[in-house]
C-alpha cells in the first residue's frame, strides 16, 4: 500500500495493510535536533518560520518508520492575528498578557485571516510536502473552547474558575467568544488543507473539564459546525480531547471522521460506546516511553488488541511524546505497531 494513502484509509475506516502510527508532539521535546534548535530560538520562533519548522518536523520521519508527520506549530498561533499579546513560558505554556473577560474585550478582537496571519504554517506544510513527498502530513489547531479558556484564564490551570465563570455566569459573552473562535479555526484549517495537509486535527485539551450537560449545549454545536465546514477540504478529520470520558460518546456525534482518546479508557469500550461508523486514534499512555522496549511491546498489543479487526484504527500515544521519553522506546512501539497491526488489505 502506498505509505501516502495509509493514514488517510484508516481514518476513513477503509481497509489498510497494517494500522498507521504517528505521535503527538513526535516533532519535538525528545529529539536531540530540536534541543538544539531549542537552545537558539523559542518555539514561537521556531513555529514562525518555515524554514525551522520544517527541519523539526521532519526530524522524527528520518529516525523513526512513522506514518505521518505533524506539522510544528501551536494552538495559539492564530492569537497573532487577533490581536493578543501573548508569549509561551517554558515549564508553564501560553500566558495571555491581559485576560479576556468582559464582553468588550471579546469584541475587539482582530479580524483574523489566516493567510495573512498565520501563512508560515501553509509554508511550513508546503515546505515539508517539498522534502518528503512519500509521507502524510498531519495540520491541527486548538478546539474552541480550548483556545477561549487560554483567552479568559490568562494561562493554564487546573481547575479554569475564570472560564467556568463566564460560561456559567455570562454565557452569551463565552458564546460569542466560541463564535469567533469557531471562524477563526475553520479559516486555519482551511487554510492547512489547502497548503497540502492530508489531515486535520482539533485538540481540545481542557474540554474535560465540562459537565456533559454544558458540552451538549456550548461545545458540540460549534464543533459539528467547524468540521462540516471542513468537509469542503476533502480531509479526514480527527478530534481529540483529553480527560473526557464522560462526553466520548457525544464527542463521537461532533461530526469528526476519527475520535482521538486519551490513555485512560480502552478503545474497546469507546467503540462499542461511539459505534463503528467514527474511527479511533490512539491511546497509549504516554509515560510507557519512559520504561522500555519489551514493556513498550507488550503494552501495545494491548491497545491494538481492544480493536481485533483494526479497521479504522490510528495508533497514537494517549497524548503527546514526553520530553524525557526514550529514542529506543519510541522505535520500539513503532515496530510493534507495524508488527502486530496487520490488517490483512493489499
Known sequence: MNRRDRLGRALRGEPVDVVPVWLMRQAGRHLPGYRALR?????????????????????????????????????TLPFFGLGVDFQIDPGVGPVVAVPLRARAQVESLGAFEATRDAGFVGDAIRGFRERRP?????????????????????????????????????????????????????????????????????????????SRRTFESMVLPRLRTVFDALRSTGRPTIYFSTG???????????????????????????????????????????MTLLTDAATVRRMAREVLDELPDHRGHVFNL???????????????????VHEFGAGGAA
Request: aromatic share 6%.
Open 244 to 286: 473526557s470520558a464522560h462526553l466520548l460518546d457525544l464527542a463521537g456525534t461532533s461530526h469528526a471522521s476519527a475520535l482521538g482518546v486519551d490513555w485512560r479508557v480502552p478503545l474497546g469500550s469507546v467503540r462499542r460506546s461511539v459505534g463503528p461508523e467514527i474511527a479511533l486514534q490512539g491511546n497509549l499512555d504516554p
Open 134 to 210: 512519500d509521507r502524510p502530513i498531519v495540520g491541527f489547531a486548538g478546539a474552541p473552547f480550548t483556545l477561549a479558556s487560554y483567552l479568559v484564564e490568562g494561562r493554564p490551570s487546573r481547575e479554569f474558575v475564570e472560564t467556568r465563570r463566564m460560561l456559567l455566569g455570562d454565557p452569551s459573552t463565552f458564546g460569542r467568544l466560541l463564535d469567533r473562535l469557531t471562524d477563526v479555526t475553520i479559516d486555519y484549517l482551511t487554510m492547512q488543507a489547502r497548503a497540502g495537509a492530508d489531515a486535520l486535527q482539533l485538540f481540545d485539551t481542557w474540554v474535560g473539564q465540562l
Open 39 to 75: 537552545e537558539r530560538h523559542g518555539i514561537l520562533e521556531i513555529a514562525r518560520t518555515p524554514a525551522l519548522a520544517v527541519e523539526v518536523t521532519t526530524e522524527p520521519l528520518a529516525r523513526y518508520d512513522l506514518d505521518a508527520a505533524v506539522v510544528f506549530a501551536d494552538i
Open 318 to 336: 494517549g497524548h503527546g511524546v514526553p520530553p524525557d521519553a526514550k529514542p529506543e522506546c519510541v522505535e520500539a512501539l513503532v515496530t510493534a
